[in-house]
């Protein structure tokens, strides 16, 4: 789904995106289930459930559940937001995504570091946590990110396509200029 501006701000905070990662990856859930997984209050739950559902991104399953208990889906698998081809009204809504998406894939690498001691050896043997230090210009990381997302495309699959014996996998791209070292633009732009 490419997102729009209403989107935007309504995933511009961190604990959004990791409710409907949750969504995205383990199907309907409620608020309550969520909140157990995430750590936090049933209450915060439904509200950001709510947040998402205005947002457009996620719709109540009205069949599941009883009483009080409300089931919420992904409406969809992936949300894509690109910076370069984002029309202006989207640049500070863009931004304050790109922020939360930052903050969120660091929880999701915290909340994976505490597992490495539990993965079995296949799955600890083909982990990658790594870090590279490169000297790059704009054009270098935007090539070097499409031949990335070019390679990762070949290896996505939807659940119902996944091949046997696959776990979901989580694989984080970031590259961005080390902190403190990228040098503001000068003059009237």
């Excluded at 984002?86 to 863009?94: D, L, N, S, V």
């Excluded at 994976?112 to 054009?139: C, I, K, M, N, R």
């Excluded at 996998?169 to 633009?185: D, E, I, S, W």
Aim: aromatic share 6%; no cysteine.
């Amino acid at each position: 789904m490419e997102l729009d501006t209403a989107a935007l701000r309504v995933l511009a905070h961190p604990l959004r995106l990791n409710v409907l990662t949750l969504l995205r990856e383990r199907g309907p859930s409620t608020a309550t289930r969520i909140a157990d997984e995430l750590g936090i209050n049933p209450g915060a739950a439904s509200y950001h459930l709510r947040r998402l559902a205005s947002g457009g991104l996620i719709v109540d399953e009205p069949d599941r559940g009883t009483g009080r208990e409300r089931w919420w889906k992904s409406v969809h698998r992936q949300s894509i937001h690109d910076p370069v081809t984002a029309p202006a009204e989207q640049r500070e809504a863009g931004r304050a995504y790109v922020q939360a998406v930052a903050v969120a894939a660091a929880d999701r690498l915290r909340r994976a570091a505490q597992e490495v001691a539990l993965l079995p050896e296949e799955w600890l043997d083909a982990t990658a946590y790594s870090d590279f230090l490169l000297y790059l210009t704009p054009g270098d990381v935007d090539r070097m990110r499409a031949e990335i997302f070019e390679v990762i495309s070949r290896y996505r699959h939807g659940a119902s396509e996944a091949p046997e014996g696959s776990s979901p996998v989580v694989l984080q791209v970031q590259a961005f200029p080390v902190p403190g070292t990228a040098q503001p633009p000068t003059g009237d732009a």
